[in-house]
Each structure stands twice: as structure tokens, then as C-alpha cells.
T-cell receptor, first 116, second 113 residues
Framework: AQSVTQPDIHITVSEGASLELRCNYSYGATPYLFWYVQSPGQGLQLLLKYFSGDTLVQGIKGFEAEFKRSQSSFNLRKPSVHWSDAAEYFCAVGAVLTGGGNKLTFGTGTQLKVEL | DGGITQSPKYLFRKEGQNVTLSCEQNLNHDAMYWYRQDPGQGLRLIYYSQIVNDFQKGDIAEGYSVSREKKESFPLTVTSAQKNPTAFYLC????????????FGSGTRLTVV
């Protein structure tokens, strides 16, 4: 069964500083990987996704992530953080369901705080 | 605009009551999902449905029930058998294709009073 580990529960960065959120996954086949962001009391918004091909994936809001198969990692990065990036970030791995659709397994999330 | 609508946003349940959370989508997605979110535990899958009139248990289905009578709708009932129902509930949908992510609703916060 697939699983996702986000080792950092909380991260604090200064506005304008660079950011890297860690994600490690466990999956037996080629993974489908996702990063989502959640503001308090809201649903999750997709930042970016990896299916295959180029291992550096660009997403919305200036985020990018790099897939490293040898390390089973899919870390999220942003070169310069804005105060509005403060939120909770979830990494997920997807498995195709027989009959259609995907089962996403989520990590426990990383809460990002941005200091002004 | 297409999207997923969850209602109500806040719901209060008395001990022993069943309550139903609504989830409607106009994205023409085949698959729909219910997740439960608790602080520090991420999202856990309750039920999912890939086609109308069919659904499958997820990882934490005990104390919950669902129906899928229409493609657009996937309501979740939290029954009195669910001993710890206080949580944030998220509905999602996806197309049937390979590797597609989910579109999420804005959630329902359920509190036992």
C-alpha cells in the first residue's frame, strides 16, 4: 500500500526567503504525485502534479517540485516566499483504481508560517 | 463555473443522531470521494464512488454510509455508530482518467454537542 511522509509538522520562514517542504513516498510502481495547499477552514487547492517525464514540475503561485526516484522524494520549493503563502501543505501519492478514478493517500501536512 | 459544493459549512450533531452532509458537483466527473480531516492526521478516505449506484469503503468507513443515485451527488451520512464524529469533512471528485488529481469542496465542519 502507498504511503506519504511529511517529516516537518511546522516550518517558519521569513518573507522573501526560499522555501523547501519535504515529502517522501512509498509506492510500488511509477507514482502519481501531488502537492495541495489548504487555507484555514477551506478545501484543498492543487498546486502541481507529477505523472511522468520532466522531473522538475512547475505549478501555480510560483511553486515547483522535483521528483527524485532514487530518494523516493517529491519536495516542494519556492524561491521567495510571500506572506500570503502561509497555509498548510499536503503531499499526496495517487494509485489508479480498478474501474476508474484514483485513490490519493495524503501525508499529515506541513504548516507554513511566514514572518514579516 | 464548475466546482464542488458542500453544505452546510458548519453542522452540529447531538449524541445518537444521524446527520447527512451534502456534496454536489457540476464538473461531470465520474468519481467522487469523502475524506475526513483531523489535526495532525492528514486526510483519511471514508468512501469513494466510481460510477452511479456503486461505492466502495475506504480506510475508515465504520460509522458512515453513502449513496450515489445521481452522478452529480454523493451525500455522506454520519451515523450514531460513529463514536468520534467531530472533524472536518471534505468531498472531492475526479475524472476517470489515469493520474488525475482531485477537485475539492470547501468542507463541512461537524461538531458533536
Amino acid at each position: 500500500a502507498q504511503s506519504v511522509t511529511q517529516p516537518d509538522i511546522h516550518i517558519t520562514v521569513s518573507e522573501g526567503a526560499s522555501l523547501e517542504l519535504r515529502c517522501n513516498y512509498s509506492y510500488g510502481a511509477t507514482p502519481y504525485l501531488f502537492w495541495y495547499v489548504q487555507s484555514p477552514g477551506q478545501g484543498l487547492q492543487l498546486l502541481l502534479k507529477y505523472f511522468s517525464g520532466d522531473t522538475l514540475v512547475q505549478g501555480i503561485k510560483g511553486f515547483e517540485a522535483e521528483f527524485k526516484r532514487s530518494q523516493s522524494s517529491f519536495n516542494l520549493r519556492k524561491p521567495s516566499v510571500h506572506w500570503s503563502d502561509a497555509a498548510e501543505y499536503f503531499c499526496a501519492v495517487g494509485a489508479v483504481l480498478t474501474g476508474g478514478g484514483n485513490k490519493l493517500t495524503f501525508g499529515t501536512g506541513t504548516q507554513l508560517k511566514v514572518e514579516l | 463555473d464548475g466546482g464542488i459544493t458542500q453544505s452546510p459549512k458548519y453542522l452540529f450533531r447531538k449524541e445518537g443522531q444521524n446527520v447527512t452532509l451534502s456534496c454536489e458537483q457540476n464538473l461531470n466527473h465520474d468519481a467522487m470521494y469523502w475524506y475526513r480531516q483531523d489535526p495532525g492526521q492528514g486526510l483519511r478516505l471514508i468512501y469513494y464512488s466510481q460510477i452511479v449506484n456503486d461505492f466502495q469503503k475506504g480506510d475508515i468507513a465504520e460509522g458512515y454510509s453513502v449513496s450515489r443515485e445521481k452522478k452529480e451527488s454523493f451525500p455522506l451520512t454520519v451515523t450514531s455508530a460513529q463514536k468520534n464524529p467531530t472533524a472536518f469533512y471534505l468531498c472531492a471528485s475526479s475524472s476517470g482518467g489515469t493520474g488525475y488529481g482531485y477537485t475539492f469542496g470547501s468542507g463541512t465542519r461537524l461538531t458533536v454537542v
